[in-house]
């Protein structure tokens, strides 16, 4: 683990060191999932995975990996610019986060049944009047220790 060093200006934040073995590149601000298949090497992650196995949450990509590259996985802390798919403007700060199933991006717990699972939440708020389609980046808060 890496633990970024507290100062004043930002709060703090939780890394670890893991490998892409997805078959392609992620993008900063993706969730990844630990591997379990026969190149699990307890460093192994993937983006892509199913709704059954949301357990196996690592945390967020903090810069883009190419695949069988190594690089460092946000754990903890306030991370900057994740993709996120909010069901509707109006978002409060603190509205629990799921991944989407095979998707590489975040979306609101309103807009699935899975509410058992929670790592990640919103942190910055979406104004009712807010214009936006699709996916878009967003502030969020991750723990996943």
């Known amino acids: 683990m890496i633990f970024k060093q507290t100062s004043r200006e930002s709060g703090e934040k939780i890394f670890v060191v893991a490998r892409n073995t997805s078959g392609a590149t992620y993008s900063a601000g993706v969730p990844v999932f630990w591997e379990t298949d026969a190149i699990s090497d307890g460093v ?8 059954t196995d949301f357990c196996l949450f690592a945390g ?19 991370l900057s610019d994740a993709y996120v798919s909010a ?5 409060k700060v603190g509205l629990a986060l799921l991944p989407v199933d095979g998707g ?4 609101d717990v309103t807009s699935s049944t899975r509410y058992d699972w929670n790592f990640v939440n919103l942190f910055e708020a979406v104004a009712a009047s807010a ?11 991750i723990r996943a220790l």
């Open 60 to 78: 967020m990509t903090t810069s883009a990996m190419a695949d069988d590259d190594y690089g460092l996985i946000q754990v903890y802390g306030i």
């Open 87 to 91: 069901a509707s403007a109006g978002c």
């Open 104 to 107: 590489d991006y975040l979306t």
């Open 131 to 141: 214009a936006y389609s699709g996916v878009r980046t967003w502030d969020v808060f």
């Open 44 to 51: 192994a992650v993937s983006a892509a995975i199913e709704d």
